[in-house]
């Protein structure tokens, strides 16, 4: 018995620092996070600000446009240079889990997320969402002469030709979006028929999906079509600017994140998944300005934004058209960009 315990003893003493050295590496582990983020770099900023206040562990981001974030990270894979990918929509996300490049976690917060804001198994989770819309730029458009269009059918007519920009699905997420959006409302063929016919009026295809908001601001462009929050941010700072929900129907995006595969910094990036869904991290949307909509009900929205349940938003399958990202996009290319202008 006695030579038992002692046995015991000894194995104890040389697991004891064993033991003390996986703390203190978890511990490390929760002191820095390195993000690609996919969301726009100022509101990419005061999220990552306000979770290292809230958490102390230093951030550092890179940003990317969705497709070229799922390339990098795609090139990556088994060496990545990142912990988490931060925003692109959720197909972008549902991609990667495919290809096997990020990894699953729950945590704490993730059963009270709705179902349509997560993946089942953990993958990833969204945590905001933003409708499309048409953000409208009154001093340009009035020096036109053109009136304010209220639909998609609008956009077709020959006074806005040269007014319209918007993002390429080539680069976008945003654009893809709306790619799958309108096929949703019109049916397939008749979606690249009506971008076709769009083509004519379009004066600038940019590659991020916040560069229409940056022409609408300065006056290039009349419209921009993209998502909403840089167009209600223009509104809340009394710039001219309307927001137009077009009355066919539009979709939205829920961006989400997810956990990079053999993250150096695991530890942090499950604290930081759990921050954003968490009430904290859902209402640093509104107290930072980023006028984004939580997806949980307990937060706040800004008194410039309807409420999210009053808009027209059209539900679109990501498990579908994750799928046929390629193909939708190739034949974008083939039928959109080389429509007569």
């Known amino acids: 018995m006695k030579k038992t315990l002692l046995l015991l003893f000894v194995a104890l003493m040389v697991l004891a620092p064993l033991v003390a050295q996986g703390s203190k590496d978890d ?4 002191k820095e996070l390195v993000v690609y983020a996919s969301v726009d770099e100022a509101n990419a900023v005061k999220i990552l600000d306000a ?13 990317l446009s969705s497709g070229p974030a799922l390339t990098r990270i795609q090139a990556e894979s088994g060496r990545p240079q990142a912990d988490v990918w931060l925003g692109a929509p959720s197909d972008n996300h549902v991609i990667a889990k495919v290809d096997g490049l990020t990894v699953p976690y729950k945590g704490p917060s993730f059963d009270g997320l709705g179902k349509e804001f997560k993946d089942a198994d953990g993958y990833w989770r969204g945590f905001y969402m933003n409708p499309l819309c048409f953000g409208v730029n009154t001093t340009s458009l009035a020096k036109r002469g053109a009136p304010m269009p209220k639909s998609w059918a609008d ?4 006074v806005y030709k040269g007014l319209i920009q918007v993002p390429t699905p080539q680069a976008s997420g945003t654009a893809a979006t709306m790619v799958y959006s309108l096929i949703e409302i019109m049916g397939e063929d008749e979606a690249f028929a009506y971008m076709a016919k769009l083509n004519a009026n379009i004066q600038t295809y940019t590659s991020s999906g916040t560069g229409p908001s940056k022409g609408v601001n300065v006056g290039d462009a009349a419209i921009g079509i993209q998502f909403s929050p840089a167009f209600f941010q223009m509104k809340a700072n009394g ?3 309307e ?3 077009p009355t066919e129907g539009f979709g939205f995006e829920f961006p989400a994140a997810s956990i990079l ?6 530890e942090a990036a499950k604290i930081f998944m759990d921050w954003l869904i968490s009430k904290k991290g859902q209402d640093v949307l509104k107290s930072t300005g980023t006028y984004f909509y939580p997806v949980t009900d307990d937060a706040e929205i800004d008194p410039v934004m309807p409420a999210f349940s009053s808009l027209n938003v059209v539900g679109i399958d990501l498990a579908f058209y994750s799928s046929r990202k390629a193909e939708l996009v190739e034949r974008w290319v083939s039928e959109v960009l080389s429509a007569a202008k």
């Open 239 to 241: 710039q001219p600017v």
């Open 155 to 158: 956009l077709l007519k020959p």
């Open 261 to 266: 595969k053999g993250a150096k910094n695991y």
């Open 51 to 63: 979770f290292t206040k809230d958490s102390g562990i230093k951030t550092s981001f890179v940003q």
């Open 243 to 245: 927001i137009v929900f």
């Open 27 to 30: 511990g490390a582990a929760a």
